[in-house]
């Protein structure tokens, strides 16, 4: 029995956060679904600070670059920087196509860069992705 | 660089160089001339010395053939005083020849030589005859051999004839330098000969005084002859074309000269050339001295004449090296003006043109390759290449100001670009919402609506990637990988990316094929521009020729098609962004292509151009730097 995978967005577009709930329940998808404005609220919901429940692993995150207060790259680098969290799944989901960016998240072990405008389909690869995918037992 | 750079400067002081060595040939040329005249006027004035001594020479050689021959018939009481004017006659002839002869130059020509040899010779064959008439003078009246004075006589009549040809060869040379002078000198001859034959004439009458004897046959015809010599010769002179200046200045002692002749000739005439009987005893109402002194009077007043002209070649002479000197000394200052202003070109070309200029180059240089620009250091700095290296500072400052709004610019279209695609996807996503949430309860029409309003914010999703693009060829440029593949490969992976209707060809020229050169962005130009001609096409057959011809430091392509063509008002307007010729729904592109072509050219460093008219096909032809 596959465990429940956990999953994060990380994004502080409103409609793309919508968009992701829409897709998502198109898709059927039933996983837990936690959302986060910016890397700074994703970094206490995955540590469970701030009275905040911790969500428990194994979860994968949608990561949006472009964020206030702490930017996509800069939670990048917290999250490999913890002991704890550093083995988390993260796809990078942005509207930058910069190069830099994505040799940057690379860097950073990213599972994958997709761009917003391909949504539809990334999701319908994470909805078979996370039925597929093994994941060590934490 | 460098070379090019040195070769401007070896042609600049060549150039300059030329030009001073002919400034310098010139006024060298003028000092020359001018150091010729001198030369020439330093001889003209020894050589009218030497002349002058000749003369006075022959005129105290004449005075004392008079003398002698009056001595030789006369008492010693008349005899005595005569004597003594005689020995200062001989003292004058003597110091006379002298000077002449160590006042000419070493180097004379055979004939100038041969004649003063001549001279030479008679005058030592007369200082002979000189001691046998002293000799003679020592016996008394009768006793004197006559022999002995005609040999004397002809002999001092012969050093005199001598003198004269001499005076006629050696002054040829100088007669040519100056016509003025040579004009002088033969009038002086004229008056010269003039003066000898009444010497002579006066010589013997003198004998005839002393004598108190008629002439002979001989002497009387000798007299004839010589006054017809003398008429003539006074014809002659009065003839002679003088200038008018020295006319006036001699006509009163032409007058002089001549009434004292024929005053002291009418003295006598009677008695010589009237009817007598040859060599009979005579007695004259004059005496020979007396005659004597007369007739000296009238040889001076000639040889007056005679000097008058000699000093007035004097004058000239001088004048001529006066002018000599004065040439001599401006040419010589204009040479030494010529020299120090070619120092100073050379000085101000190698010092303050070429030099700067050199260290000008050199911080433009560095200042387009490694874009630093740094004001040479210059000498002179309040000069125009100084002041020229500070405008450029300024210019280069000015280009590094564009270079930076120009990046600004860029990033602000890369993030403008950006950013406004999240709100569109946002509306993009809600539209969508709104049809699927509304699907049961929204009409037909609102769905259209819906439906061209997503279709437009396609439109404007991709417009917004060419935005992109286009902001980002400039930063594409510095890292593009540079392969380099020949024309032919490149040209093959165009035509496999573009979809070919079955009668269109795509013709690749023999040059662009064999051509190697660095793949991108040349490729994406071609494909542009290529992918166009076949994408605007409007006949079922269709033939696009792509060329190229190189030169040594670029490329020169041409994408030529048989298409529709496109007006010559268009032709600035297919450039630009987002520019098409068609309503932007018929169109088949959204005007980007040839925006990013040459906007990927310019960048590149090349030009780009169009030669089309409508139904005339089109030919794009743009220049890629190697």
Known sequence: MREVVNILVVEDDEIDVESLKRLFAKKDIKNPVYYAANGMEALEIMRGENNLAKVPKPFIVLLDINMPKMNGIEMLRELRSDENLKDTVVFVLTTSPRDEDKTITYKLNVAGYFLKKDIKELVTLLSLYWQLNEFPES | ??????????????????????????????????WDHYQQAQLLKQGSNVIGSFYAASKNLSLARASTLSIMYSTPEVAEPLYQDLLKNRQAVDAALNTAFTGMSANNSVDVSTTSAQVKRKYEILLKRRKQIDAELKAPLQDRNPEITNKFYEENTALITEIQNFILIYSKPFQRIDSA???????????????????E?????????????YPNQRQHEQLLSLRGRIEYGWDILRKFSLSQELAEQLFPLMEEAS????????????????????????????????????????????????????????RRVDKIEMEAKREIIISGAIFLCALIITIYCWVVIAYRVARPVYAMVNALYKAT???????????YQHEEIAKLAHVLEVFHRNAQKMKDSNDELERFAFIAAHDLKSPLRAVDNISQWLEEDLEDVLPESSKKHLDEMRKRIRLMDKMLDD????????????????????????????????????????????????????KLP??????????????????AQALIEVDAVESPTEFMFSVRDDGPGIDPQFHQKIFEMFQTLQPREKSKGRGMGLAMVRKIVIANGGTIKVESALGEGTLFRFTWPK
Do not use: C
């Open chain 2, 201 to 213: 004439e006066y010589a013997i009458i003198g004998q005839m005084l002393a004598e108190n004897k």
């Open chain 2, 467 to 518: 935005t992109l693009e286009y902001a980002r060829v400039g930063a594409k440029i510095e890292s593009q990988s540079n392969d380099i593949v020949s024309g032919r490969i490149l040209m093959e992976e165009i035509i496999a990316l573009i979809d070919l209707p079955p009668d269109f060809k795509i013709y690749t020229g023999k040059n662009l094929a064999r051509f190697n050169m660095q």
């Open chain 2, 259 to 314: 009434t004292q002749y024929f005053f002291t000739f009418d003295q006598v005439s009677e008695i010589f050339y009237g009817n007598q009987t040859y060599g009979a005893q005579a007695s004259y109402p004059i005496t020979s001295t007396l005659w004597l002194g007369m007739s000296g009077q009238a040889v001076d007043s000639l040889l007056m004449l005679q000097n008058e002209i000699l000093s007035e070649v004097k």
């Open chain 2, 1 to 34: 660089m460098k070379n090019s750079q040195l070769s401007i400067r070896t042609t600049l002081l060549i150039i300059v160089g030329v030009l001073n060595l002919l400034i310098a040939g010139l006024v060298g040329y003028q000092v020359y001339k001018s």
């Open chain 2, 522 to 539: 040349l490729q994406q130009v071609l494909f542009n521009l290529v992918n166009n001609a076949v994408k605007h096409h409007d006949k």
């Open chain 2, 369 to 379: 390759h490694e874009n630093i620009f740094e004001i040479p250091t210059m000498n």
């Open chain 2, 181 to 199: 002078i040579s004009q002088h000198m033969i009038f002086e001859y004229f008056v010269w000969e003039l003066a000898e034959y009444s010497g």
